[in-house]
């Protein structure tokens, strides 16, 4: 592990216990350390020449040799193994032993470490131990503690104990469908400052549906190595195995609970019954995710248990589902998120795998500064699950700072992997000569604070997505869940339109980076970036999305999502088989505003470079832009796929909607006969420039 010279080393031996040497005396550690979890390690010679090692403060072993009594070492460099990487996490070296008594205290002055299992915490106790948990997390605050560490395993938790609080959350749901916003929360940090939490390859296996983790008005923290997942997902999935004249057989999947009630199939979990379902069909053959009425039709006959976990069902005689494929069922509900970061900054998730995420999944909301390093989104290998997420894996609305996804891996949502946008208030009420009343418009986005003294705000033209104006913010005044006053440092304009025209947040908008990730197994897009600021897109893998693998939106009129982008590089990507469930022409990249004026010298976008990509496709369209200004598609190459079928005969390459300075260069198709027109509209001619492509 490491040297000095020939005077002093340290080393693991074959079975992982420590082996301290120096000048010939050699001492080794009763305990193992190469269990995942983490030791603070203290390797101590005294004056006589005894060693000592100390694991997490108390004495594991010693020897002495009377006839080497402190021999002389010799000075020179400490040298560590380069291949050790972040095992190591801190190193201190004294000229000095520390004593029994330093050694105890070590914890609090060298690391400021609250361990789990000195709380009395054990894992694999399957007990809730949900308030346990909780009193370490405020042990950490009380204490000041840089680190909460969980030896590894596994932890149950139950909502019986939880948090409760109230927590309005974009995209989730309306009055009507959760008159409640109160969340069930698993662990809860709120105003925490600088903490790493060390999971070391713990699983925390919640029960119920629940918010796993709230990170609240927190700064500067890491959530690191740790497994996520539920007993019980609230997805549920069954295989279509059987079909007969006596009806369809399914086998259910181990985690999804069900019970036949009169000859009906019931799906339901810890303490809750799915009931507003939204489904999913799997096809094993071709690994794509299409909407299906299958489970429509299974929910409508009869169903009768033929063995543990299969069920036939009696179906109308045109019904024959394909044998193999596997219906994912899910309720629409979302009264729970998979995690919820709030008005926090300088936040890691890092090595994190989040198995199942009911509702909506981790949502950053108004923060800044977000890090999302080797997270992933996927049932664990051993399971047999297909889904991991109700809907979105990655939700960021409003925030600020910078958004970085490197490495990460998402496969199994109902809706799409990564959502990062903001929200777009309407005018409703000019109120005095610099104050306005504005009103959340979509159904599953309110209550909540979309701006703040001294952001600075764009007056947004919804028939044309146009930014007209602009202004700083001097208050804010909540009149309700839906409505909000802001008072602003300027007049307002004159020509507002009230009901039509919106309000965007331009300081809540972040710089977005998502590289080296890998997308797949979704039935919608797999990436949905709104932002002003700079947009890398590099170095992804989009593995069969079932709709556009990137959109870029803005609206005003719909989900009222931020607006005009201004700096996007999508480049150096892989898309395969991408958008056969649908979207603007089943197109694989797609910027598409929500703007009812399409004239080309009026764009909403602009600045989108597609460089250096590889396009696998199915005959289908590799860009559909509308209302952009400054597209430079260059040196992507496009080759053609037999797997699935095209959708309609004689599609265009490229569409292209009242789009102005088009630059379409060095693309390389990979069939002479296919894929180089290119549709205009809403256009002149001349706005386009290309080398081999055909109108």
């Given at each position: 592990m490491l040297h000095q010279g020939k005077d002093l080393s340290v080393n693991l031996d074959v079975d992982g216990h420590l082996v301290f040497t120096v000048g010939g005396v050699k001492v080794v550690s009763r305990q193992t350390v190469n269990n995942d979890s983490e030791f603070l390690?203290?390797?101590?010679?005294?004056?006589?020449?005894?060693?000592?090692?100390?694991?997490?403060g108390e004495l594991d072993q010693s020897a002495y040799d009377t006839s080497i009594v402190?021999?002389?070492?010799?000075?020179?460099?400490?040298?560590?193994?380069?291949?050790?990487?972040?095992?190591?996490?801190?190193?201190?070296?004294?000229?000095?032993?520390?004593?029994?008594?330093?050694?105890?205290?070590?914890?609090?002055?060298?690391?400021?470490?609250?361990?789990?299992?000195?709380?009395?915490?054990?894992?694999?106790?399957?007990?809730?131990?949900?308030?346990?948990?909780?009193?370490?997390?405020?042990?950490?605050?009380?204490?000041?503690?840089?680190?909460?560490?969980?030896?590894?395993?596994?932890?149950?938790?139950?909502?019986?104990?939880?948090?409760?609080?109230?927590?309005?959350?974009?995209?989730t749901s309306s009055e009507q469908e959760c008159p409640s916003k109160v969340k069930t929360v698993g662990l809860w940090f709120k105003d925490i400052d600088n903490l790493t939490i060390e999971g070391n390859g713990s699983t925390l296996m919640y029960h119920g549906k629940m918010t796993t983790m709230v990170f609240d008005h927190c700064k500067n923290i890491k959530l690191h190595n740790i497994h996520i997942d539920f007993e019980r997902p609230a997805g549920s999935e069954m295989q279509y195995v059987k079909e007969d004249s006596e009806g369809v057989e399914v086998r259910i999947h181990r985690d999804t609970r069900y019970e036949i009630v009169n000859g009906r199939l019931n799906l339901y979990g810890e303490g809750w019954k799915s009931i507003k379902n939204h489904y999913i069909e799997y096809d094993p053959e071709f690994e794509t995710f299409r909407y299906s009425k299958g489970w429509n039709i299974l929910n409508d006959s009869k169903a009768e248990e033929v063995a543990d976990h299969l069920v036939r069902f009696t179906v109308p005689e045109d019904f024959h589902p394909k044998i193999g494929n596997t219906l994912t069922i899910r309720d629409i509900i979302r009264d729970q998120v998979g995690m919820f970061i709030v008005n926090s900054k300088d936040m890691v998730l890092s090595r994190v795998n989040m198995h199942y995420m009911h509702g909506l999944g981790i949502v950053s909301q108004y923060s800044e500064n977000i890090m999302m390093d080797r997270v992933k989104c996927v049932p664990p290998e051993s399971s047999g699950r297909l889904l991991a997420a109700s809907a979105d894996m990655m939700h960021f609305s409003g925030c600020k700072g910078k958004v970085i996804i490197d490495s990460c891996y998402f496969a199994g949502s109902q809706d799409d992997p990564i959502n990062i946008h903001g929200t777009n208030l309407r005018i409703i009420e000019r109120i005095d000569g610099r104050t306005l009343k504005l009103r959340f418009m979509h159904a599953q986005t309110y209550g909540f604070q979309a701006y703040f003294p001294n952001d600075e705000i764009a007056y947004v033209r919804a028939s044309t997505m146009e930014r007209f104006a602009s202004a700083k913010v001097v208050s804010v005044k909540k009149v309700s869940d839906r409505e909000v006053e802001i008072k602003l440092d300027r007049e307002i304009p004159v020509d507002i339109k009230v009901n039509h025209d919106c309000i965007e947040n331009m300081t809540c908008t972040p710089e977005v980076v998502i590289r080296n990730s890998y997308f797949t197994r979704t039935s919608t897009r797999g990436t949905l970036v709104t932002t002003p600021r700079k947009v890398l897109i590099e170095n992804n893998v989009y593995y069969k999305t079932g709709m556009s693998a990137i959109l870029i939106a803005g609206d005003a009129e719909g989900w009222f999502e931020s607006g005009p982008v201004c700096d996007v590089l999508i480049k150096g990507n892989t898309f395969v088989d991408c958008a056969y469930n649908g979207g603007n022409r089943n197109a694989i990249i797609t910027v598409n505003p929500s703007n009812s004026v399409v004239d080309a010298n009026r764009s909403v976008h602009k600045n989108i470079r597609i460089e250096n990509n590889l396009f696998k496709t199915f005959g289908n369209p590799v860009l559909y832009a509308k209302s952009t200004q400054g597209i430079l598609f260059l040196n992507n190459k496009v080759e053609h796929t037999y797997l699935l079928s095209s959708l309609s005969p004689d599609q265009s390459a490229f569409y292209l909607n009242g789009c102005k300075d088009v630059t379409i260069r060095g693309t390389i198709f990979g069939s002479e006969d296919t894929g180089r027109k290119v549709h205009i509209e809403n256009m002149e001619k001349d706005y386009l420039k290309s080398d081999n492509i055909v109108y």
């Open positions: 390690v203290s390797l101590c010679r005294e004056r006589n020449g005894m060693l000592k090692i100390y694991l997490n402190n021999p002389d070492i010799r000075r020179g460099s400490v040298i560590i193994n380069s291949s050790l990487g972040n095992a190591i996490s801190q190193l201190k070296i004294k000229n000095k032993a520390l004593d029994y008594k330093a050694n105890k205290n070590i914890r609090g002055i060298q690391k400021d470490t609250v361990c789990l299992r000195d709380l009395g915490i054990q894992p694999y106790t399957y007990e809730n131990c949900i308030e346990k948990l909780q009193s370490a997390i405020d042990e950490c605050k009380r204490s000041g503690a840089k680190v909460l560490s969980l030896s590894k395993g596994r932890y149950d938790i139950w909502p019986e104990g939880a948090v409760r609080k109230e927590y309005f959350i974009s995209n």
